[in-house]
């Protein structure tokens, strides 16, 4: 018996699912192609209410297809971004009112896109390198409209902040900093970092290549041996650090302030300047080595010192 409530509760519920689904469906499609340019106009509007007054949806049903709908726009202007200004939050909010939404109930629909949204934006600064300040303004409306937390994206705001601040020193905005070292009359401090030293230096040696040969004895006491030579040594160099300190860049020079060793190098001297992915290599006149030095962000350094080498007066220090 209870097997037989069981299996008519179930098929009770399937019929219900079907038949809800069946009469869900022409209004959920018909609202789905009215909101196919993201506007809801008059004659849409009048449209709709006749179709669902027609399928005889509740106002929970018609609730549960406006929210599918909002959600699907906020979902394009998330995966759109690259081809809107700047995204419009007025436009979803006032489309989930028109479909009789309150503001949370709109906000619960984009809720599990919300943060992506908002890391697109982000992205859409420092990786396509949009510039225009109403992208940031756009940003921060989208963290209060939607309640995010600002925490959540510390790594996303700190790469914007990046890609802001590099586009601003290679316009030539260069910041003035506090200066760790005594700087000479006239001259400014543009940025200061933790540095290493890095040089060539054998870092290993090993004997190879030896042999004493064989003995071979021709009589008592006498021996003779063949094939015996002698090793060789051979040396394997890396690239280590050899001091540890603070790299200056100022108007007038690069300077690395060691625990042990100090090099100053004017920009009247300097050849050019390479970023690798962990070391800036600096090249300078009358010398053959170049000097490497491990810094954090070596593309930001490089820039800084390309930047303030350009704008040295006359570059005509030696």
Same mark, same amino acid.
């Given at each position: 018996?209870?097997?037989?409530?069981?299996?008519?509760?179930?098929?009770?519920?399937?019929?219900?699912?079907?038949?809800?689904?069946?009469?869900?469906?022409?209004?959920?499609?018909?609202?789905?192609?009215?909101?196919?340019?993201?506007?809801?106009?008059?004659?849409?509007?009048?449209?709709?209410?006749?179709?669902?007054?027609?399928?005889?949806?509740?106002?929970?049903?018609?609730?549960?297809?406006?929210?599918?709908?909002?959600?699907?726009?906020?979902?394009?202007?998330?995966?759109?971004?690259?081809?809107?200004?700047?995204?419009?939050?007025?436009?979803?909010?006032?489309?989930?009112?028109?479909?009789?939404?309150?503001?949370?109930?709109?906000?619960?629909?984009?809720?599990?896109?919300? =943060?992506? *949204?908002?890391?697109?934006?982000?992205?859409? #600064?420092? $990786? @396509?390198?949009?510039? /225009?300040?109403?992208?940031? &303004?756009?940003?921060?409306?989208?963290?209060?409209?939607?309640?995010?937390?600002?925490?959540?994206?510390?790594?996303?705001?700190?790469?914007?902040?990046?890609?802001?601040?590099?586009?601003?020193?290679?316009?030539?905005?260069?910041?003035?900093?506090?200066?760790?070292?005594?700087?000479?009359?006239?001259?400014?401090?543009?940025?200061?970092?933790?540095?290493?030293?890095?040089?060539?230096?054998?870092?290993?040696?090993?004997?190879?290549?030896?042999?004493?040969?064989?003995?071979?004895?021709?009589?008592?006491?006498?021996?003779?041996?063949?094939?015996?030579?002698?090793?060789?040594?051979?040396?394997?160099?890396?690239?280590?650090?050899?001091?540890?300190?603070?790299?200056?860049?100022?108007?007038?020079?690069?300077?690395?302030?060691?625990?042990? =060793?100090? *090099?100053?190098?004017?920009?009247?001297?300097? #050849?050019? $300047? @390479?970023?690798?992915? /962990?070391?800036?290599?600096? &090249?300078?006149?009358?010398?053959?080595?170049?000097?490497?030095?491990?810094?954090?962000?070596?593309?930001?350094?490089?820039?800084?010192?390309?930047?303030?080498?350009?704008?040295?007066?006359?570059?005509?220090?030696?």
């Amino acid at each position: 018996m209870l097997v037989l409530v069981f299996l008519a509760l179930t098929t009770g519920l399937v019929i219900w699912w079907v038949v809800r689904r069946r009469r869900l469906a022409p209004y959920a499609h018909a609202l789905q192609q009215a909101l196919a340019d993201g506007e809801l106009s008059e004659e849409e509007s009048r449209s709709l209410e006749q179709l669902a007054a027609e399928c005889r949806l509740s106002e929970d049903e018609r609730k549960r297809a406006a929210q599918l709908a909002v959600r699907e726009l906020f979902v394009r202007i998330t995966d759109g971004l690259h081809r809107f200004a700047r995204p419009a939050f007025d436009d979803w909010l006032a489309l989930g009112r028109e479909l009789g939404l309150t503001e949370g109930e709109a906000l619960a629909a984009v809720a599990p896109h919300a =943060r992506e *949204l908002v890391r697109n934006m982000y992205r859409h #600064v420092y $990786v @396509h390198g949009e510039t /225009d300040p109403g992208w940031r &303004a756009s940003i921060e409306e989208a963290l209060q409209t939607l309640g995010l937390d600002p925490a959540e994206f510390r790594k996303e705001q700190e790469l914007m902040r990046r890609f802001l601040f590099l586009t601003d020193v290679r316009a030539g905005r260069l910041p003035d900093v506090p200066a760790p070292i005594i700087l000479q009359p006239g001259e400014v401090c543009h940025w200061a970092t933790g540095c290493r030293l890095l040089e060539e230096r054998v870092v290993r040696r090993e004997y190879v290549g030896g042999s004493r040969g064989v003995s071979i004895r021709l009589a008592k006491g006498l021996y003779y041996r063949v094939g015996g030579h002698r090793g060789r040594v051979i040396s394997e160099r890396a690239i280590v650090p050899v001091d540890e300190g603070e790299l200056v860049i100022t108007s007038r020079r690069v300077v690395f302030n060691g625990r042990v =060793r100090t *090099l100053s190098v004017p920009y009247g001297k300097l #050849v050019d $300047v @390479h970023a690798y992915r /962990d070391a800036v290599v600096l &090249a300078r006149a009358g010398k053959k080595k170049p000097e490497a030095l491990a810094v954090d962000d070596p593309e930001l350094v490089a820039t800084i010192i390309r930047v303030a080498a350009t704008r040295a007066p006359a570059r005509a220090e030696r």
